[in-house]
């Protein structure tokens, strides 16, 4: 599917809700799952969604239009939420969330942007160039690979619990370690 | 994390209104995207959400309440939305499921079961003796896997689109084959 602007608009406006009827007013014991060290929580997830907005998204938008390639985009911080999350409630940061989103679709909106600017150029710090176009359908793909990964680690909760129904529930098995069938 | 009945019905009762967040008003372009040939939309996962509230989840609850190992359940039909999901509105299907998980989770609260009832035992038609635990996890880890797939369709869309963030997007990269690494 081709990344058109007036597609993107009407997921990336839901994901707020979408995160809130997911984990708003949920017990701790699904908020603070992970699904072994080193991974995120629910919690932690949401707390990488505010990052993002607050420092990739629009931020890296307006950088591009104002510097195109001359200047790379600074480095976004993945896992800034361990920091910033802290001892803040799961309310708060769903109300942070949906707010942050909203500032973020009024500015893109503001910006008057068409799809025959979706070929405008940036600096990766990383990846080198890269097209305004591919940093838009990243938004959506990134808050849908979170809030897959936010039902994910929900849902292996239970991997042990489900008995035999694992050999029908394709998110429960661990991603491949490569090894080969039958290995 | 062990089972318990208490932690899994705010999941449960929150399903309808996640998949709601995610799908009504959407664009059809969404709403009816699929992985390629064969594989489920995101339409096409609510009817079949909507065809397990109806034949699975509640109805082989009593079933196993009322028959124990003594009688098979039903095989459940998992494709059967491919024909009652024809020629209806998503916004009618998603009134549905919402109206059919509540009447289940009524119907579950009025039989008065708790955790100790979770060995309880009952027959599936494949699996041979599950206990009621099981069944009751899978509930809950088939809602988490459906709506994750309905997030991972939308996701890999954009597969193409995202140029070189597709390496740090695990969701966009097709489930291993297989394969030998670096063959």
Redesign the interface.
Known sequence: ???RIA?AL??LR?TP??V???LD???D??LY?IEGPGTWSPFDVLGHLIHGEKTDWMPRVEHLLAHGEALAFPVFDREAMFIASRGRKAADLLDEFATLRRASLERFAKLGLTDADLERRGL?PE??S??L???L??W??????H??QI??V??????D?????GAY????RP??T?A??GA
Chains 1, 2 share one sequence.
């Not at 619990?161 to 129904?165: A, H, L, R, S, Y």
């Not at 529930?169 to 429960?172: G, I, R, V």
């Open positions: 599917m081709i990344y597609d009407p997921v839901r809700d979408v809130s009827a997911l007013g949920l017990p014991v699904w799952a990766h990846f080198g890269v097209t176009g591919q940093h359908a990243t959506v793909a990134h808050d849908m690979g809030v897959s039902v994910r929900m849902g292996r909760q239970y991997t619990e489900v008995g035999p129904w529930l394709s998110m429960l991603p491949s490569g080969r069938p």
